[in-house]
């Protein structure tokens, strides 16, 4: 003989359970939140001056350059004596470019010199 089952009511047993334990769940979640306070206050930490000791900075080692180019390049607008193998010029550098160097000598004459040539290159100090 076929039994038959009101599935009506196991659905509202089920709703029932499901609405039961989502309100139980609410309150306990709305009575541990009550438990929170709103606002905490930190307590002020009183952290003392802290004094730098005065180390003097170091000082880099200079950087030679690779090429006559790039020292003549550091030495723009510097008093230089350059050597070349047929003379020895002492003026201004006013310009360095990829094959020639410019330089103004204190009378106002102009030269330019081909990198290539340059043997050497001296920074002049004091009065030419």
Known sequence: MPITIDLGNLRNLGTSITTQ???LVN???NQVLAQIPSTITIPTINIPPITI????????DPVTP???RGL???LLNEQVQLTTPFTTLTGTVISVEN?????VEP?????FVRL??????TRVTGGV
Request: hydrophobic letters at 40%.
């Open 21 to 23: 334990v989502t309100g």
């Open 27 to 29: 309150s306990t979640i």
């Open 53 to 60: 000791p005065d180390f003097p900075l170091p000082t880099p």
């Open 66 to 68: 690779a090429t006559i």
């Open 72 to 74: 003549l390049l550091d």
């Open 99 to 103: 094959d020639y160097v410019a330089m």
């Open 107 to 111: 009378g106002g004459e102009l030269y």
């Open 116 to 121: 290539d040539k340059i043997n050497t290159v």
